[in-house]
């Protein structure tokens, strides 16, 4: 119906500015097939990591270990030492830290040490972990608690 209205006006002459074209692009049937896409993307992309299936060769070798627990290392205020929660004489700590790094050089060691201690006695602890064979060694601290906000 607003078509033949526009007509009638074109036969009386109206100005051509009046006759301006419709051009709007309904989207909905776009939007409707990218979601279908979208839902079989999401749902085959599992299925495709599974990879092409293949009967692997057997092997002799050692499995893979499950990765280990840390050693945690305490030293408490007044310097005694502790692995995990055994308390550890300081002149038996370099045996027992070289018999645990014999079985597992590779294995982490967390070292605690109370805010009070001195730099020095942490440091020479951390030395005497290094020097027993461990090359993965952190110190743990607590986290800081957050200023208030204004």
């Known amino acids: ?8 006006r074109a036969k009386h002459g109206d100005d051509d500015e009046d006759l301006a074209p419709l051009a709007e692009i309904n989207v909905t049937p776009f939007v409707d097939v990218m979601l279908v896409l979208l839902v079989i ?3 085959t992309a599992p299925l495709m990591m599974a990879g092409v299936p293949l009967r692997l060769p057997r092997t002799a070798a050692a499995r893979v270990a499950e990765p280990r ?3 945690v290392l305490s030293i408490d205020r007044s310097g005694q030492v502790f692995i995990g929660d055994k308390s550890v004489p300081a002149t038996a700590l370099p045996a027992q830290l070289s018999r645990m790094a014999e079985k597992a050089p590779d294995q982490t060691v967390y070292i605690r040490a109370d805010r009070a201690l ?3 006695a942490v440091m020479r602890t951390m030395g005497a972990v290094a020097a027993a064979g461990f090359s993965r060694i952190s ?3 607590e986290q800081a608690e957050a ?3 204004h």
């Open 69 to 71: 627990q840390p050693i």
């Open 139 to 141: 110190l743990l601290a």
């Open 147 to 149: 200023p208030p906000e």
């Open 118 to 120: 001195s730099y020095g």
């Open 41 to 43: 993307f999401m749902v």
């Open 1 to 8: 119906m607003a078509i033949g209205a526009l007509r009638k």
